[in-house]
């Protein structure tokens, strides 16, 4: 029997793929410019195919990739002719749990289904990835997703509470206390599970936090002349202790290509910059910071600031912020996504050195980002079937990349490594970081079959095992 | 005894250790030598103090690297002239160090509201069982580059590492803040503190003290919630009228928390490890400490 056979007998006929034009959806993930075929792709319906699936793909020695909706931003999702184990089909919420204010969920469930389904207890499900209407809570728990709530209410890290995972080797084990019963035992495998970008196995079912509503959200949209000027109005409210919900920022070539696509938000198109901050929680109170947030924005600058109440009128403020990559993936046919982060005081600095090596090397690049968390998304948008243009943004990126490092920052604050930051990995981290970050790899997956060949560079793992492909 | 000054003593004398299959004891400010199991009695301790001090704070950054060795309270001192405060704070007070705190993943009243040290810690430096320095995470506050050995080695007990540098998330101090005391019947105490934690003014910390605790804090005979208000003055005022719709609280000083952070307090237990979670923490100590030198016993 071929491996495709075995998984048929698990998943079903119609739920194995093998026939490259039906895998050709599955070469590349949110990020164009990379291109991976699996060998197979196979969607289990529920977690007992998904185990039965990794027992099969353990027999037989064969390497494979977890993948959730396929919006990932670093590449982390392609499985080079290995076997694709696609989890969309697991969307199921098993539990709601309005007392412990915690849900189970199976890990296909996409991010804004569960705040759907909270939304009759007046919780929510905090992070909100701006692609949260399409990517996975699986997805998430892997890439430790943030989102720009994440400013005020902490990344996925800060609302995964269990995790019931099938290692590579077919065990299942249960992470965290998904119970709330206590103190886990032990070391805290969950936090490294999360974020380890599918390669210590696959997350079957997780246990999240549920947030309450908070009783009033306003959002203000400031509007300035000068780009220093709001990323100084961003640390300015940060030292002031006013903890919004989220402090975001769009620069002029954003706001232009958001306002003349479908998604347009009315923004300013004159403006250099943006910020979109929102305030929420307990309605006592709230007037004086955003009376504060407002002060802080005129004192540094700010045209105009339009404040919204109403959930329409915030819901139009939110769209063109969140739909800003698709309005730039429009604007050429191709789109570097970055995702770098630098300390706040440094972001002044940071945006200046940006524009000088866009200039530099005649490239334009977008910002639109968690200006709050310090985590920058300076994007380029161009043709990478110019091949002059192409190594000019290529080049503009290293040294983009390599400013944020030099500024005391990080290479992704929540995209993750995948294949697309495995360059920077060793600007950034020792060898012998690397290597330990392997050896922590090797005790959840010893034979390094999930997710080969990401988020680590190969040079830096030592003993190397080699591991077998399918097909 | 040893005495490292720099990460390559640390790493010269965890080399030597482990050719010899000599234990270690690491030793920060020695305040909770008894904190964990019992570790073998034939380790010989490595005093970590020289590892102490601040080494980058950028208050505008709201983040902090520090020595592991640094005491809580010179951490609280230091950050406390740019009005901000790290949320560890945890049971035990502030003779400790943010290492050990880090190490044990000791959290403390204001957790519940604020992040338990998992949440807040934002990269490390420590010396590996293997002699290895190690340099994961970062002092940014949102990363997700490589594998997580700062979430490994935050609650590891010294078991997989000698941690000597520690970055952390800060807060700015609440404009206003306020303590109150309310007599509470015992047996209805965890009711009472889900009922606050819940309301729409939640305060940022909120701790059911049982009449023995009362009466060592000076609250009377009664057992008595000890609730922590902060945000802006209109916040707290709602706060305020909604704990006293709760029952009948009296203000009390604000050096009551750092009292019951000192005060003795029982052990949790720790749950039971399934066989399979078992395998892999056994996997995880033999990949970073093959040698098993440091700490062993201390994590039962
Ligand atoms: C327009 C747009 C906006 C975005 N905005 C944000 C944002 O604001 N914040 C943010 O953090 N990200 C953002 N992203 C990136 C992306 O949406 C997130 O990384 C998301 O978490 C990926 O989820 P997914 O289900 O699509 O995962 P996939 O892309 O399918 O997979 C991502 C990684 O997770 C692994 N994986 C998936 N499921 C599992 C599982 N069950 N068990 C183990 N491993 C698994 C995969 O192997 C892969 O390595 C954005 C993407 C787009 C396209």
């Given at each position: 029997?071929?491996?495709?056979?075995?998984?048929?007998?698990?998943?079903?006929?119609?739920?194995?793929?093998?026939?490259?034009?039906?895998?050709?959806?599955?070469?590349?993930?949110?990020?164009?410019?990379?291109?991976?075929?699996?060998?197979?792709?196979?969607?289990?319906?529920?977690?007992?195919?998904?185990?039965?699936?990794?027992?099969?793909?353990?027999?037989?020695?064969?390497?494979?990739?977890?993948?959730?909706?396929?919006?990932?931003?670093?590449?982390?999702?392609?499985?080079?002719?290995?076997?694709?184990?696609?989890?969309?089909?697991?969307?199921?919420?098993?539990?709601?749990?309005?007392?412990?204010?915690?849900?189970?969920?199976?890990?296909?469930?996409?991010?804004?289904?569960?705040?759907?389904?909270?939304?009759?207890?007046?919780?929510?499900?905090?992070?909100?990835?701006?692609?949260?209407?399409?990517?996975?809570?699986?997805?998430?728990?892997?890439?430790?997703?943030?989102?720009?709530?994440?400013?005020?209410?902490?990344?996925?890290?800060?609302?995964?509470?269990?995790?019931?995972?099938?290692?590579?080797?077919?065990?299942?084990?249960?992470?965290?206390?998904?119970?709330?019963?206590?103190d886990?035992?032990?070391?805290d495998?969950?936090?490294?599970?999360?974020?380890?970008?599918?390669?210590?196995?696959?997350?079957?079912?997780?246990?999240?936090?549920?947030?309450?509503?908070?009783?009033?959200?306003?959002?203000?949209?400031?509007?300035?002349?000068?780009?220093?000027?709001?990323?100084?109005?961003?640390?300015?409210?940060?030292?002031?202790?006013?903890?919004?919900?989220?402090?975001?920022?769009?620069?002029?070539?954003?706001?232009?290509?958001?306002?003349?696509?479908?998604?347009?938000?009315?923004?300013?198109?004159?403006?250099?910059?943006?910020?979109?901050?929102?305030?929420?929680?307990?309605?006592?109170?709230?007037?004086?910071?955003?009376?504060?947030?407002?002060?802080?924005?005129?004192?540094?600058?700010?045209?105009?600031?339009?404040?919204?109440?109403?959930?329409?009128?915030?819901?139009?403020?939110?769209?063109?912020?969140?739909?800003?990559?698709?309005?730039?993936?429009?604007?050429?046919?191709?789109?570097?996504?970055?995702?770098?982060?630098?300390?706040?005081?440094?972001?002044?600095?940071?945006?200046?050195?940006?524009?000088?090596?866009?200039?530099?090397?005649?490239?334009?690049?977008?910002?639109?980002?968690?200006?709050?968390?310090?985590?920058?998304?300076?994007?380029?948008?161009?043709?990478?079937?110019?091949?002059?243009?192409?190594?000019?943004?290529?080049?503009?990126?290293?040294?983009?990349?390599?400013?944020?490092?030099?500024?005391?920052?990080?290479?992704?604050?929540?995209?993750?490594?995948?294949?697309?930051?495995?360059?920077?990995?060793?600007?950034?981290?020792?060898?012998?970081?690397?290597?330990?970050?392997?050896?922590?790899?090797?005790?959840?997956?010893?034979?390094?079959?999930?997710?080969?060949?990401?988020?680590?560079?190969?040079?830096?793992?030592?003993?190397?095992?080699?591991?077998?492909?399918?097909? | 005894m040893h005495h490292p000054?720099?990460?390559?003593?640390l790493?010269?004398?965890?080399?030597?250790?482990?050719?010899?299959?000599?234990?270690l004891r690491l030793v920060a400010r020695g305040t909770w030598l008894n904190g964990g199991a019992p570790v073998?009695?034939?380790a010989?301790p490595v005093h970590l103090d020289a590892f102490s001090g601040i080494i980058?704070y950028?208050?505008?950054?709201?983040?902090i690297t520090v020595g592991a060795a640094t005491t809580l309270a010179e951490l609280e001192a230091v950050t406390a002239?740019?009005?901000q405060w790290c949320p560890l704070a945890p049971w035990g007070g502030d003779a400790g160090s943010v290492g050990a705190t880090v190490a044990t993943a000791t959290a403390g009243p204001f957790a519940h509201?604020l992040g338990l040290p998992r949440d807040l810690v934002l990269g490390l430096e420590y010396v590996?069982?293997?002699?290895?320095?190690?340099?994961?995470?970062?002092?940014?506050?949102?990363?997700?580059?490589?594998?997580?050995?700062t979430?490994?080695l935050t609650g590891s007990w010294g078991t997989l590492g000698a941690i000597t540098r520690v970055s952390l998330r800060l807060r700015?101090?609440?404009?206003?803040?306020?303590?109150?005391?309310?007599?509470?019947?015992?047996?209805?105490?965890?009711?009472?503190?889900?009922?606050?934690?819940?309301?729409?003014?939640?305060?940022?910390a909120?701790e059911?003290?049982?009449?023995?605790l009362?009466?060592q804090l000076?609250?009377?005979?009664?057992?008595?919630?000890?609730?922590?208000?902060?945000?802006?003055?209109?916040?707290?005022?709602?706060?305020?009228?909604?704990?006293?719709?709760?029952?009948?609280?009296?203000?009390?000083?604000a050096s009551l928390w750092m009292r019951l952070r000192e005060a003795p307090r029982a052990a949790v237990?720790r749950?039971?490890?399934?066989?399979?979670?078992?395998?892999?923490?056994?996997?995880?100590?033999?990949?970073?400490?093959?040698?098993?030198?440091l700490n062993?016993g201390i994590m039962?």
């Open positions: 029997m071929t491996l495709a056979d075995t998984l048929r007998a698990i998943v079903g006929e119609t739920h194995v793929l093998v026939r490259p034009a039906e895998l050709i959806v599955y070469e590349s993930d949110g990020l164009p410019g990379y291109h991976r075929r699996p060998s197979l792709a196979v969607f289990p319906a529920d977690a007992d195919e998904a185990l039965r699936v990794v027992r099969a793909l353990a027999a037989e020695g064969v390497s494979f990739v977890p993948r959730g909706a396929g919006t990932g931003l670093s590449g982390g999702a392609l499985a080079d002719g290995t076997v694709l184990l696609g989890l969309q089909r697991m969307r199921k919420i098993l539990e709601i749990d309005p007392v412990r204010r915690v849900a189970r969920v199976e890990p296909g469930v996409v991010n804004v289904s569960l705040t759907k389904a909270a939304a009759p207890f007046s919780l929510h499900y905090a992070p909100d990835p701006s692609s949260q209407t399409a990517c996975t809570l699986g997805g998430n728990l892997a890439e430790n997703a943030g989102g720009p709530h994440c400013l005020k209410y902490g990344v996925t890290l800060n609302h995964v509470v269990g995790a019931v995972v099938a290692l590579p080797d077919g065990e299942v084990v249960t992470l965290g206390d998904p119970h709330g019963t206590g886990a035992a032990g070391y495998l969950l936090g490294a599970f999360v974020g380890s970008e599918g390669c210590f196995g696959v997350a079957l079912e997780l246990t999240v936090k549920l947030t309450p509503n908070p009783e009033r959200v306003v959002t203000l949209l400031a509007d300035f002349t000068s780009i220093n000027d709001a990323a100084e109005t961003v640390s300015a409210i940060i030292a002031a202790g006013v903890l919004p919900a989220a402090l975001e920022m769009m620069d002029q070539a954003t706001i232009g290509a958001v306002e003349s696509s479908i998604y347009a938000a009315g923004y300013p198109t004159d403006a250099a910059a943006i910020l979109l901050v929102e305030v929420d929680g307990a309605a006592a109170g709230l007037d004086d910071d955003v009376q504060a947030v407002d002060r802080l924005c005129r004192a540094h600058g700010a045209r105009d600031v339009r404040i919204a109440t109403e959930p329409a009128a915030r819901a139009k403020l939110w769209q063109g912020r969140k739909k800003a990559f698709g309005a730039m993936g429009r604007l050429a046919p191709h789109l570097v996504v970055q995702d770098a982060v630098v300390p706040r005081t440094k972001l002044t600095a940071l945006l200046a050195q940006i524009a000088e090596i866009g200039g530099r090397h005649r490239v334009r690049v977008c910002n639109v980002f968690h200006a709050g968390d310090g985590n920058l998304h300076p994007n380029i948008a161009y043709d990478a079937g110019d091949a002059d243009e192409s190594a000019r943004v290529h080049l503009a990126m290293k040294e983009i990349m390599q400013a944020c490092i030099d500024a005391g920052g990080t290479i992704t604050g929540e995209h993750g490594v995948g294949l697309d930051k495995l360059a920077y990995m060793d600007s950034l981290f020792t060898a012998d970081t690397l290597d330990a970050m392997c050896r922590l790899r090797d005790v959840f997956d010893p034979e390094r079959r999930a997710n080969p060949g990401k988020v680590v560079p190969v040079r830096f793992c030592r003993e190397q095992r080699p591991h077998k492909s399918a097909g | 000054t720099s990460t390559a003593d790493t010269a004398l965890i080399r030597d250790a482990a050719a010899r299959a000599q234990p073998s009695t034939t010989e980058e950028e208050p505008g950054d709201l983040t002239a740019h009005h509201a590996d069982g293997t002699g290895k320095v190690l340099r994961p995470g970062g002092k940014v506050v949102k990363n997700v580059a490589g594998f997580d050995l979430r490994l700015a101090h609440p404009a206003t803040v306020e303590t109150w005391a309310v007599a509470i019947d015992e047996a209805h105490a965890g009711d009472i503190v889900r009922g606050l934690r819940r309301s729409a003014t939640p305060p940022d909120c059911a003290l049982d009449a023995t009362a009466v000076g609250l009377g005979a009664q057992s008595q919630l000890l609730v922590r208000l902060a945000g802006n003055a209109a916040f707290v005022a709602a706060a305020r009228a909604d704990l006293h719709s709760r029952g009948a609280a009296v203000a009390a000083d237990a749950a039971a490890m399934s066989p399979g979670v078992r395998a892999l923490n056994d996997r995880v100590k033999r990949t970073f400490d093959p040698a098993n030198i062993p039962g």
